[in-house]
């Protein structure tokens, strides 16, 4: 059997001050693997292509890449970033086919400037490459916008079934071992069933260790115990991706189309009855910090975490909003922060030196929408190359590269500085600029809930902060200009029936 692998991936962020050009994802982690590097460098990794291509193995297939290529969330994908990659996956499946199959690492929720749906219009395009009788199964995000068009071109879909995503390599394993189901006769072709309810929750209350999310991935388990319903996939969604159909979604893989539409109409609509659960009010700046600091005075030993999460890179935040950052200056807080994107600050800590003090101006440089920079005089505590290898669930012996990366400390705040944009998911974001997380009384963390499968052991309460940023929880702050409409929460009064 010869199986193709590939991964095009980014959750795009329409709000987001921060450009999405083919450098975007030059500049992640493995950079962009072409054909034979694909199968070569992802080999081993606990990824959703590392899944696919140990179940391979094991199968004893002859695994092909195609391309993999992801960035850091950020705006709208550049029409020619788009295009190429596309043209790379398109083109090595025409000159290295046929093939017996195909599995795709996907995200969800990616928008390019030419292709809205753009996982709709890759899946498409893969068809008319491979014909209508290869099957095509794909791993994707739960926080993906996911389509009519896209079911359509597809065989078969695994979503994460956990956010924090500590389950990319099983899920990964799970997609390719029912492919092999299929190519090994043991299961019969399925299809793949949604339902969209006319609803856009923010990511905020998506964990699904808990609230609705845990409720709806329950509904959809049960479902799964009958044998012609191979996996119930629930998407939360993306809403800062301005796109027509942004929103929740529930996708149903099965053997039988009408036990596969019955499923979908029946979990869609327990997410509408229940779609409230998903709102979540959370402290502005002044009143989080203040909170922060009582529980440090009153229950000194594990530190608090304060969550950006307004600014979270992995949700499209620029990374270097300031205000939080502010009041923790004005406060004089004693803690760390992880991490804050500043490549001239980084620059200008390098000229100054290892151990020396100067003025900086931190954060606030992608866009002034968010606030100016933070002005301290600061000492340089620490530079690093910006080179780690993750040890928590999530980045699990994945290698990060935050870039030159410097430490600012003022006074006994300790401010981790990269070149390269990051959400802080694991504690080698602070541990790369020489800070011990559980050793600090107080972390501020630009993250939205990933950070958590790392953090929430060490920390004595977690505290989400509403504070400015791309990726606020209060979606009324932003303007949508192609979301449908109406749609809840946006409005209120939205009606819908299964």
């Not at 994802?25 to 291509?53: H, P, Q």
């Not at 791993?139 to 359509?152: A, K, S, V, W, Y």
């Not at 989080?288 to 009582?294: C, D, P, R, S």
Request: hydrophobic share 40%.
């Amino acid at each position: 059997m010869r199986i193709a692998v590939g991964m095009i991936s980014h959750e795009t962020n329409t709000f987001s001050p921060i450009p999405t050009t083919l450098e975007s994802f030059a500049e992640e982690r493995v950079g962009v693997l072409n054909g034979d590097e694909v199968i070569e460098t992802m080999t081993g990794r606990k990824s959703g292509i590392g899944g696919f291509i140990e179940v391979g193995q094991q199968q004893g297939w002859t695994m092909v890449g195609t391309v993999a290529a992801g960035a850091t969330p950020s705006a709208n994908v550049d029409a020619s970033a788009y295009t190429e990659l596309k043209t790379r996956m398109l083109n090595r499946l025409k000159s290295e086919g046929p093939f017996d199959g195909v599995l795709l690492h996907l995200h969800g929720a990616m928008l390019a400037e030419n292709a809205p749906d753009a996982e709709g219009d890759l899946c498409q395009a893969v068809r008319e490459v491979i014909g209508p009788d290869v099957p095509l199964f794909v791993e994707l995000d739960l926080h993906g916008n996911i389509t009519p068009n896209f079911c359509q071109a597809v065989d078969a879909v695994f979503a994460y079934n956990t956010n924090p995503h500590i389950d990319a390599w099983e899920r990964g394993v799970e997609t390719a071992e029912h492919l092999a189901k299929l190519l090994n006769g043991e299961i019969a072709r399925p299809t793949v069933s949604i339902s969209k309810p006319p609803m856009l929750p923010p990511t905020i209350n998506m964990r699904t260790a808990e609230g609705p999310m845990q409720r709806i991935l329950a509904r959809g388990w049960e479902w799964e115990k009958r044998p012609e319903i191979l996996d119930v996939s629930v998407f939360g969604g993306f809403p800062y991706a301005d796109f027509d159909l942004a929103g929740t979604a529930i996708l149903v893989t099965s053997t039988d189309r009408a036990a596969g539409e019955e499923c979908a109409k029946d979990v869609g609509g327990f997410a509408w009855e229940i779609r409230e659960e998903f709102l979540k009010r959370i402290a502005p700046v002044e009143q989080a910090v203040q909170q922060a600091l009582e529980i440090v005075d009153q229950s000194p030993g594990k530190p608090v975490s304060l969550a950006d999460v307004a600014d979270n890179p992995g949700g499209g935040g620029s990374g270097d909003t300031p205000e939080l950052l502010r009041e923790l200056v004005k406060r004089g807080a004693s803690g760390a922060v992880a991490c804050v994107w500043d490549p001239e600050t980084v620059e200008k800590a390098q000229q100054i030196g290892l151990g020396n003090s100067g003025a900086f101006r931190i954060g606030g440089k992608a866009t002034d929408a968010y606030g100016a920079p933070v002005e301290v005089e600061g000492t340089v505590g620490h530079l690093s190359d910006g080179h780690f290898v993750g040890e928590g669930p999530v980045v699990r012996g994945q290698p990060v590269n935050c870039g030159p990366t410097a430490r600012i400390d003022v006074g006994d705040l300790k401010i981790v500085v990269t070149s390269i944009r990051h959400a802080a998911n694991d504690q080698g974001y602070f541990r790369v600029a020489g800070v011990e997380p559980q050793d600090q009384p107080l972390l501020m963390i630009k993250s939205r809930g990933h950070f958590r499968a790392d953090f929430e052991p060490i920390s004595h309460s977690i505290i989400e902060v509403d504070a400015p940023g791309a990726a606020n929880p209060t979606l009324d702050r932003y303007t949508f200009n192609n979301v449908r409409r109406p749609i809840w929460p946006l409005d209120p009064d939205t009606t819908w029936t299964p």
